[in-house]
DNA sequence: TCAAAAGTGTTAAGTTTACACCCATGA
DNA sequence: TCATGGGTGTAAACTTAACACTTTTGA
């Protein structure tokens, strides 16, 4: 077997996957940080990691560790990129492939979340991280901030039924400025697949807030997204 | 060492690179491909890739590869992305990064790149490469694609002098369809750090063409770019 | 002298931005 | 009744797209 001698002589690593979980609450982006009860870095805070293991992909390990956390599946993922720098983690050298996830802040396992010691941290008030982990946070950030303008992304942050005004907030929220309302509006009616609902919510306001939804068949016969 | 057992439990992978290197001669985007003549897949096409080392990072590993192929230094290469399914490669299961790279198809190592049994193709006439190859390639123009229109990276497939039919052809061949001549000089104009020299090719027209320059420098005042 | 590539401006269409008031309701 | 967030249209500024002819020169 050739094959045998080519692959053997090389080295092998540990490959690990970090999560970068976003979630929207309040007109803020948040992340769901580990502040760490176990070592190493013990007492740090750090993104929500695990290991590859033999018998599934690296995006399936990805999708484990992050329902290992929050207990939910079917989540909005990309991939951000590998981080192979040598010392990354002063512990042993870890190569590590970093995720971002798109949640529903109101739909999670908050025992799970709990029991792992982990934290929604307002995205503009984070916590020293460990590692690398600012750089993973900020690529993500950079990458989702640029798809969220031309697919329609951002939704995953949302209830399945949102007023325009939470959209809105969502927007101005990720690209850290003001929008003004009837150009956003204007926009938003334009496309399609975002349906009027006949459902109003009144929690927001006195008057009560049309409520909509984001239709991914319509979506998926244009194609078409910018806001 | 609380580390070590953390670490332990934990499998090990080969990691690997490949590289998608982007050419462009007489008005078409190529790449690099081997034609194998070692196994696995001896025969076969595929990018030039190779095994992660103990000593170097997994940028390090991508630049010695290109370097190995092209005996080129200092090149510009972008990180793809990692590819992680489990039976990508089907001799062992190997992490691959995949990254692109530009480079100036008339300045590399023809005896490297002949030793090694790689040949230029035209991107719009691939042959069948192996394993997730083809994905690579896919993801790789995308992201060129996506971000040659809003930074200066284009002129690193371009001699260091050019002249505006160049430039164009060149973003006619990554965009996949025509230009308008005179917008798209009127666009190149109003950059400041693209800079006409007092230089002229004849090589391409009787009458001879006006031979542009990229100034970094100048570049890094502004950093705006928009083709 | 003519073929072949280089070079050059203007106008219309489309897109984006700026901007202010009335509405409905519960407290 | 009034404070609060919800909802609505138009015009100016800017950006993008469409379009055709003259110049230079070597063969």
Redesign the pocket.
């Known amino acids: 077997m050739p094959k045998r001698n080519y692959y053997r002589e090389h080295p092998k690593f540990y490959v690990a996957v970090d999560c970068i979980i976003f979630g929207f609450d309040k007109g803020s982006l948040n992340l769901l940080l580990l502040k760490r009860n176990f070592e190493p870095s013990k007492g740090k805070w750090s993104l929500m990691g695990g290991f590859v293991q033999k018998e599934e992909s690296v995006d399936d390990a990805a999708k484990r560790v992050l329902k290992e956390l929050t207990g939910l599946d079917n989540v909005y993922m990309e991939q951000v990129g590998a981080f192979g720098e040598i010392n990354r983690d002063p512990g042993e050298r870890v190569i590590s492939v970093a995720y971002y996830a798109l949640i529903n802040i109101d739909s999670y396992d908050r025992e799970l979340v709990h029991s792992h010691n982990a934290f929604w941290t307002d995205i503009n008030k984070l916590p020293k991280l460990i590692f690398d982990h600012p750089e993973m946070v900020d690529m993500a950030r950079d990458l989702m901030k640029q798809k969220v303008g031309h697919k329609p992304i951002g939704f995953n942050l949302l209830p399945k039924l949102f ?3 939470q959209l809105q907030s969502l927007y101005e929220a990720i690209y850290g400025e003001t929008m ?4 956003f ?2 926009r938003v009616m334009e496309m399609e697949f975002i349906e009027m609902t006949d459902e109003i919510d ?1 929690t ?7 409520l909509y939804r984001m239709n991914d068949d319509v979506y998926r016969k244009t194609r078409k997204f ?1 806001i």
């Open positions: 007023t325009l005004t003004d309302k009837r150009n509006r204007k009144k927001g306001s006195k008057r009560g807030a049309r910018k």
